[in-house]
């Protein structure tokens, strides 16, 4: 009887949390932000240096650490505190952990994003707008962050293509795919399958794997970023499971698709057939249903230091990610209906992420340079009526601005220590290009990333841990319109 009972307590609970939520969002107090980024973007560094400025924003004797923040300075924000998050089945963001990590002696940057997960804030502020205003000297807005893999959005275009579209597709990807030591290995083993024969388990499963590894090495060792199945590279919950042991098959034509297409369903062909379809229905469905459709504003962080840094074939990639990604989000102004039965994503934040990494004179070219990057993404949003805006941002600061003389006149530069040696350097990383690289770039590439350690910690009296660069600018853009 008792275990009904926890049984019993537990469903309670959680339809509880689900009614409050519900009526959260129908008085307009909830917002669902998600973050998301390819890989290397600092999506959970973000998260947990925004989450550090909220818990101590407002004015303190050290100042206020988000000036920008309209409700920070006009003092109306009492506080924010983390409180339970409503869906008891998605796991918690682990902020605490992130902290750690940066608080370490020899600090290191927080685990990268595996899985989704989020946390809850309470905001608690003055309204001075509205019915609000008028009958409470103090209100909440709960704010729910939401971190997922953006190489699961990877994925979603996959949902307009049946298994011959989809290999077809990466087809046009051979150059790309090629590139990896194991791409002959894997061309090796998938022509030896026997498509019209029965299907072997363990054999789908060892070019399965040997597709996995390809995909990884594309990414990890030749920093490409539009590898599909995205759950290849992040696996999740399906890790080791039959519905995610299945590849293209790159050397058939589209007469050869045509007749597979008619064997038997116990067929090799047929079996990645079906696995393509289940992963559609199993894996890139729910995911999109029960989390994405669900999102009120999206912030999308672009790393776009890194693909310069490595050449034309892997920005021209990040770019082809980033539209793919793009395509698959659902804009559109919310009203109460929207939000409470088909919510539509509203607001539209794309971030440089790292501008900390290069000197302040070239800031305002990498916001140049990402406004282009995502003009055609951008277009398309506003045209669906979604507000959409662009930020060079750094959550967490590690680097310090300084100047050099030179032989001529004085350089700016940045000082940090490496994350690499772990020595302090002083450098002028280069120019970076205003508007999309053309061939002369490409050529006289004189760009130099580094990836910077995390910032030495030392206990403050007050205010935030970490300087940040432009976090009261995006709070504004992302939510002060809810706290007004």
């Known amino acids: 009887m008792s275990r009904i009972n926890r049984s019993f307590s537990k469903i309670t609970q959680s339809v509880s949390n689900k009614t409050l939520s519900f009526a959260h969002r129908a008085s307009d107090r909830n917002i669902r932000l998600a973050v998301t980024g390819l890989s290397g973007a600092g999506k959970t560094a973000f998260i947990t240096g925004l989450v550090n400025q909220l818990l101590n924003a407002g004015v303190t004797t050290q100042g206020n650490n988000l000036p920008l923040w309209q409700v920070t300075r006009e003092e109306r924000l009492f506080g924010v505190k983390r409180t339970l998050q409503p869906d008891l089945t998605v796991a918690s963001f682990d902020y605490e952990l992130g902290m750690s990590s940066l608080k370490q002696t020899q600090p290191q940057w927080p685990a990268s994003t595996r899985n989704i997960s989020e946390l809850r804030l309470t905001l608690r502020y003055q309204p001075v707008k509205g019915l609000l205003a008028k009958v409470t000297e103090s209100a909440n807005l709960y704010l729910d962050i939401i971190d997922y893999p953006g190489e699961w959005l990877l994925d979603l275009p996959m949902l307009k293509q049946n298994y011959q579209q989809w290999s077809h597709s990466q087809v046009q990807r051979k150059s790309i795919l090629s590139r990896s030591q194991y791409y002959d290995a894997f061309c090796t083993e998938s022509a030896a399958l026997k498509l019209e024969g029965a299907a072997d388990e363990a054999q789908l499963k060892r070019i399965a794997d040997i597709y996995q ?222 508007s999309l690289p053309n061939s002369t770039f490409w050529d006289n590439q004189g760009f130099e990333f580094m990836n910077f350690a995390p910032p030495s910690y030392s206990p403050k009296s007050g205010g935030a841990d970490f300087e940040h660069i432009r976090l009261d600018h995006l709070l504004q853009f992302l939510l002060g319109d809810k706290l007004s």
């Open 213 to 434: 590894t390809l995909l990884l090495d594309c990414v990890n060792q030749h920093g490409f970023y539009y590898v599909q199945p995205g759950r290849l590279l992040l696996p999740g919950e399906f890790a080791g499971s039959p519905v995610l042991a299945f590849y293209p098959l790159l050397s058939l034509s589209i007469e050869e698709h045509e007749r597979l297409d008619r064997l038997d369903a116990s067929s090799t062909y047929q079996v990645l057939k079906t696995r393509f379809k289940e992963y559609q229905d199993k894996v890139i469905r729910p995911f999109y249903k029960e989390y994405f459709s669900t999102f009120d504003r999206q912030l999308l962080l672009v790393d776009c230091f890194t693909p310069l840094n490595r050449g034309k074939a892997q920005f021209d990639d990040m770019t082809q990610a980033l539209n793919g990604i793009m395509e698959s989000f659902k804009f559109g102004q919310s009203n109460l209906l929207k939000r409470l039965f088909s919510p539509r994503i509203d607001k539209l934040l794309f971030a440089a992420s790292k501008v900390d990494h290069i000197t302040r004179d070239q800031q305002s070219n990498v916001l140049s340079l990402l406004t282009e990057l995502v003009k055609q993404s951008q277009s398309q949003a506003k045209f669906e009526g979604c507000e959409v805006e662009t930020m060079a941002i750094s959550a967490i600061k590690a680097t310090q601005h300084g100047m050099i003389k030179s032989a001529k006149n004085e350089v700016e530069v940045v000082k940090g220590i490496s994350l690499d040696t772990q020595q302090s350097v002083t450098l002028f990383p280069g120019e970076v290009p205003k």
